[in-house]
């Protein structure tokens, strides 16, 4: 499994960005999938994280729910991470990550198997 991140950047206050992540699987419906974030000198935390099969479950962290939107699109392969009325905290490296089926929205971190690389948002 290979995760991808794209769509990071600078962004001013209160702008918007989306990040994207493209998930090389035969079995992309099976994995719970969920998007992390590491700012500098600090550690990492799950932003949100969505359900396998068609997302129906989603969980956000506190500081970011109602702004950030989390999905996927199976045909695609991919995963979503809208971001909106971005905030100068939400400065980090974002990371999506993959769980193997069985799993949960709300599994810890070392649950998840495979990590793509990061791409870096940073808002001023």
């Known amino acids: 499994v290979q995760l991808v991140e794209s769509g990071g950047g600078s962004v001013q206050a209160g702008g918007s960005l989306r990040l994207s992540c493209a998930v090389s699987t035969y079995t992309f419906s099976n994995y719970c999938l969920a998007w992390f974030r590491q700012p500098l000198g600090k550690e990492r935390e799950r932003v949100a994280s969505?359900?396998?099969?068609?997302?129906?479950?989603?969980l956000y962290a506190d500081s970011v729910q109602g702004r950030f939107t989390i999905s996927r699109d199976n045909a695609k392969e991919m995963l979503y991470l809208q971001m909106n009325n971005l905030k100068s905290e939400d400065t980090a490296m974002y990371f999506c990550?993959?769980?193997?089926?069985?799993?949960?929205?709300?599994?810890?971190?070392?649950?998840?198997?495979?990590w793509g690389q990061g791409t870096q948002v940073t808002v001023s």
């Open positions: 969505i359900s396998d099969a068609g997302g129906a479950r989603q």
């Open positions: 990550a993959a769980n193997w089926y069985p799993c949960e929205v709300d599994d810890p971190e070392h649950s998840y198997r495979w």
